[in-house]
């Protein structure tokens, strides 16, 4: 061969070129061949995130950004792939959230009803009782959740020293279910944390909500530093960091990168990354803002899939507005966990026979308690079996294998 390319005489007496680290196809007695050459060309990071065979946290902006302009069926194709490798593609965790403390928060968070600052015609309540969230808790677990979250709209913890005392008596009580508890309480030290975890919380939900750039224009009242202070907190205390953010609040896709970016960037990734479309709230300075397109949704999903293969990515707020082809893509995309139930925090939500019905049609199942911790055992091991939880329900079902 001379040179990087070389002339193919094809079986028909046609001649044609091939260049090294290409490949061509070539017609033979009506079947087709390929040729392959192998070039010395560097792996781009789109290759090098669909070889993974663990995580990484070195990901630079280009990098990311790179995978999140692929041509969108190419790059939800290739999150699928990936999924697969990491996850159970029919397993999907079923989470309910329940608001125990309503509104009169100080905090200026734009889209949020919750705020004080802003008149939404939300009326805020003091803290529910203990049994008031078991109850609810039965209820969920009974409809298939396994996984039970508790939010409170206030800043932090400072000065709540009985409020943090019935919030581990109500994780106590729903870690003593079976279930997975999670909690998202505004800024919290490290003692809170440590008391949390000894409670028996799974884990602790603190939203960056968007990029570090794009952050001010959302929120004066906290910085995008305490927040990740607050994540530090949560993961040197041994709890599961969960995190994410909101699309349609005016960002631009740099900083869908950037989010994504700074999640990845951690110091191990998040155990769950919540993908949130904005619900414009009448009221708030963002309550007039037109819906994000569903493919910022399904382009952030799978490119989180792709950064963070072993993360829980969770379809979160405005799932609503999701068509059930649009849930199935996202799920087919790496999305593998839902909210579901009777309500967010103050918005819509899905509920558990909306939910029964799409997974029955499209081969779906809700996801065990600790499943994925299960799971990633087996990984460990080279297989992604390994696990009582996981051969069991092989045993009752065949896995999606597209």
């Known amino acids: 061969m001379r040179g990087s390319a ?8 046609r001649v044609l070129r091939r260049d090294v680290g290409i490949q061509f196809m070539t017609r033979q007695y009506g079947t087709i061949s390929a040729l392959s050459v192998q070039g010395v060309f560097p792996s781009s990071a789109f290759d090098n995130a669909l070889s993974a065979t663990g995580t990484r946290t070195n990901w630079t902006r280009e990098e990311i950004k790179e995978i999140y302009e692929k041509p969108l069926m190419q790059l939800a194709f290739a999150a699928g792939t990936i999924h697969r490798k990491f996850h159970n593609p029919s397993a999907i965790q079923m989470c309910t959230l329940m ?5 009169g928060c100080s905090e200026d968070c734009s889209y949020c009803a919750q705020s004080s600052r802003y008149a939404t015609g939300l009326k805020a309540s003091k803290m529910v009782d203990v049994d008031s969230v ?3 808790a039965r209820i969920a677990k009974d409809n298939g959740s396994t996984r039970f979250c508790m939010g409170a709209a206030w800043r932090d913890m400072r000065g709540r020293k009985n409020g943090l005392k019935n919030i581990k008596s109500m994780v106590e009580g729903v870690r003593g279910m079976g279930m997975e508890v999670c909690v998202t309480l505004g800024m919290i030290d490290g003692e809170q944390a440590k008391e949390l975890k000894n409670a028996g919380l799974t884990a602790y939900n603190h939203n960056v909500d968007t990029s570090r750039e794009f952050y001010p224009s959302v929120i004066s009242t906290r910085t ?10 949560v993961r040197e205390a041994g709890l599961n960091v969960c995190t994410g953010g909101i699309l349609g609040l005016g960002e631009q896709k740099k900083d869908h990168v950037g989010l994504i970016h700074t999640v990845a960037t951690l110091p191990a990734h998040p155990e769950s990354f919540p993908v949130n479309t904005l619900v414009p709230i009448k009221g708030t300075p963002l309550g007039d803002r037109e819906p994000a397109p569903f493919d910022n949704t399904l382009r952030t999903i799978a490119t989180a899939r792709m950064v ?3 993360t ?11 068509s059930e082809e649009q849930q199935v893509l996202c799920f087919m995309a790496g999305a593998n966990a839902v909210f579901t139930g009777e309500k967010m925090l103050t918005t819509e939500c899905n509920g558990w026979d909306e ?5 029955d049609k499209w081969g779906l199942r809700p996801m065990e308690s600790f499943e994925v911790e299960a799971l ?6 080279g297989s992604v079996k390994g696990s009582p939880i996981l051969e069991a329900k092989e045993n009752k079902q065949s896995e999606i294998t597209i």
Request: glycine share 12%.
């Open 224 to 233: 995008y530093d305490e927040r990740l202070q607050t994540l530090a907190h």
């Open 99 to 103: 608001n125990i403390k309503t509104g």
């Open 308 to 310: 963070m293969p072993k």
């Open 355 to 359: 939910d029964r019905v799409i997974f």
């Open 134 to 136: 078991l109850s609810a």
């Open 6 to 13: 070389s002339l193919l005489r094809g079986v028909r007496g």
């Open 312 to 322: 829980i990515i969770r379809l979160a707020a405005g799932r609503t507005a999701l």
């Open 376 to 381: 990633r055992e087996g990984l460990k091991g």
